[in-house]
Nanobody, 119 residues
Framework: QVQLVESGGGLAQTGGSLRLSCAASGLTFRSSDMGWFRQAPGKGREFVATISWSSVDTSYGSSVKGRFTISRDNAKNTVYLQMNSLKAEDTAVYYC????????????WGQGTQVTVSS
């Protein structure tokens, strides 16, 4: 079955950096667009970033643009989220998701990894 396993979360200080990874298995990774989403306590899920299967196209949520970078390594079936200049409001559970080509929605989701940013 499809598995998406996030790692790299933890505690960071304001202004610091973290790098999240999401290892995928059970799907044709190189044919899937990948995304990162997050959910803070008491809030709805928020779009963070997405990357196309070929890495040609990326897009970011307005709150992270210029600070976060999404990338992928199709040889390793892994997608990354480099988070710089972290702010307290970046505190959330971060989820990766996969959208197989020709699908209109993200069909597979990971269990999430906690990111906590404190001053």
């Amino acid at each position: 079955q499809v598995q998406l396993v996030e790692s790299g979360g933890g505690l960071a200080q304001t202004g610091g950096s973290l790098r999240l990874s999401c290892a995928a298995s059970g799907l044709t990774f190189r044919s899937s667009d990948m995304g990162w989403f997050r959910q803070a306590p008491g809030k709805g899920r928020e779009f963070v970033a997405t990357i196309s299967w070929s890495s040609v196209d990326t897009s970011y949520g307005s709150s992270v643009k210029g600070r976060f970078t999404i990338s992928r390594d199709n040889a390793k079936n892994t997608v990354y989220l480099q988070m710089n200049s972290l702010k307290a409001e970046d505190t959330a559970v971060y989820y990766c998701a996969a959208r197989p080509i020709r699908s209109i929605k993200y069909e597979y989701w990971g269990q999430g990894t906690q990111v906590t940013v404190s001053s």
